[in-house]
C-alpha cells in the first residue's frame, strides 16, 4: 500500500520553470512528498534537450507555460511522444494556454499543493 504522505515516492519529475523562487518552492513540495526533482530548468531549449536525448529517466514534469517569453509547447509535445504525463502551469487562466494544448492538465499559480500533488501522482490519468 502507498504511504500517502510520500505519494510521488520513487517518481522522477521534471520542473520547468523559469522563475526560481517559484521552481525552488515547488521543487520543495514535490521532494516532502517522496519525489526526485530534475531541475528546476528554466529554459526552453534547454528543458526539450534534456527531454528529448533521454539522458534523464522522467516519470512526470511541471511546465511552465511561459519561459522567458517562449512557449513550453515543443517541450509538452516531446512528452507526449515519450508517454510522460505532465501538467502546465500558469499564472494565467485557461484562455492562456493554446486551445490545441487544453486538454491537458493545467494547475493555476499560486499553487494548490494538494491539487498539484494530486494531477502528478502515478495514479492520475494522463493523455
Known amino acids: 500500500m502507498a504511504d500517502e504522505s510520500k505519494p510521488l515516492q520513487g517518481c522522477k519529475v521534471l520542473v520547468v520553470e523559469d522563475d526560481y523562487l517559484v521552481a525552488l518552492a515547488v521543487a520543495g513540495v514535490l521532494e516532502e512528498a517522496g519525489a526526485s526533482v530534475i531541475g528546476p530548468v528554466g529554459w526552453a531549449d534547454e528543458a526539450l534537450s534534456l527531454v528529448e536525448s533521454g539522458r534523464e529517466q522522467v516519470d512526470a514534469a511541471i511546465l511552465d507555460v511561459d519561459l522567458h517569453g517562449q512557449k513550453s ?55
Open 73 to 127: 509547447y515543443a517541450i509538452a509535445d516531446a512528452l507526449v511522444q515519450r508517454k510522460i504525463r505532465f501538467i502546465f502551469a500558469t499564472g494565467y487562466g485557461e484562455e492562456s494556454v493554446d486551445p490545441r494544448y487544453q486538454r491537458h492538465s493545467r494547475c493555476q499559480k499560486p499553487f494548490d499543493e494538494r491539487a498539484l500533488l494530486r494531477a502528478l501522482a502515478p495514479s492520475a490519468a494522463r493523455s
